[in-house]
């Protein structure tokens, strides 16, 4: 099985600061790595995903993430926060079982305080 | 073009009732999972569907059980409910290889 590691459950940044959030992946194969936000009381929503094309990946609401395989790392950064980015965000990777099914690892989640 | 669809949104239950979860897309998607969400724990897989009639354990599968009869439905049962199930239920769907559409939950209460 793979695994995702999410340095810092809870984040805060001042509205207009840089975010940064952590993601740290265990994989022997080429990853297929996605950042998710989940707002309060929804379900997840795709943020942006890696799937070995450009190591740089721009996503929806000015968030990106950088895919560095010597580092195993996949953070994802925004240059400037907004109130309405509060949220928790997921880190997952994408892997196929023994018997080549399809399965997903997510990280525990990162909670994002925007602070005014 | 309504996505993943959950039923119900909101439920209570006393130890040892038994209840049906229903998630519904209409992607045509041949993969389709359950998870539960616990604070600090992200989302553990419970049980996950390749395709229609089949079914297989996910990492928490215990106490849970699964039905595909249909390929746009995927129906997660409790037995005989416990505490220990109190938690925020998830269904997703995806494509082959591809990001997972979730639908907006279950919030499940086991008194």
């Known amino acids: 099985a793979q695994s995702v590691t999410q340095l810092g459950s809870h984040v805060s940044v001042s509205e207009g600061a840089l975010v940064l959030l952590r993601c740290n992946y265990s994989?022997?194969?080429?990853?297929?790595l996605f950042w998710y936000v989940q707002y309060p009381n929804q379900g997840l929503q795709l943020l942006l995903k890696y799937t070995s094309a450009a190591t740089l990946v721009k996503g929806i609401n000015g968030f990106e993430a950088e895919f560095k395989k010597s580092e195993t790392s996949f953070h994802l950064t925004k240059p400037s926060a907004h109130m309405s980015d509060a949220a928790e965000y997921f880190c997952?990777?994408?892997?196929?079982?023994?018997?080549?099914?399809?399965?997903?690892?997510f990280g525990t989640g990162t909670k994002l305080q925007v602070i005014p | 073009n309504a996505g993943v669809t959950q039923t119900p949104k909101f439920r209570v239950l006393k130890t040892g009732q038994s209840m049906t979860l229903l998630c519904a897309q209409d992607?045509?998607?041949?993969?389709m999972y359950w998870y539960r969400q616990d604070p600090g724990m992200g989302l553990r897989l419970i049980h996950y569907?390749?395709?229609?009639?089949?079914?297989a354990k996910g990492e928490v599968p215990d106490g849970y059980n699964v039905s595909r009869l249909k390929k746009q439905n995927f129906l997660l049962g409790l037995e005989s409910a416990a505490p220990s199930q109190t938690s925020v239920y998830f269904c997703?769907?995806?494509?082959?290889?591809?990001?997972?559409?979730f639908g907006p939950g279950t919030r499940l209460t086991v008194l």
């Open positions: 997703a769907s995806v494509r082959r290889v591809g990001e997972q559409f």
């Open positions: 569907s390749v395709g229609e009639g089949t079914t």
């Open positions: 992607m045509n998607h041949e993969y």
């Open positions: 997952a990777v994408i892997w196929r079982d023994s018997g080549g099914y399809q399965k997903v690892t």
């Open positions: 994989s022997s194969v080429p990853p297929y």
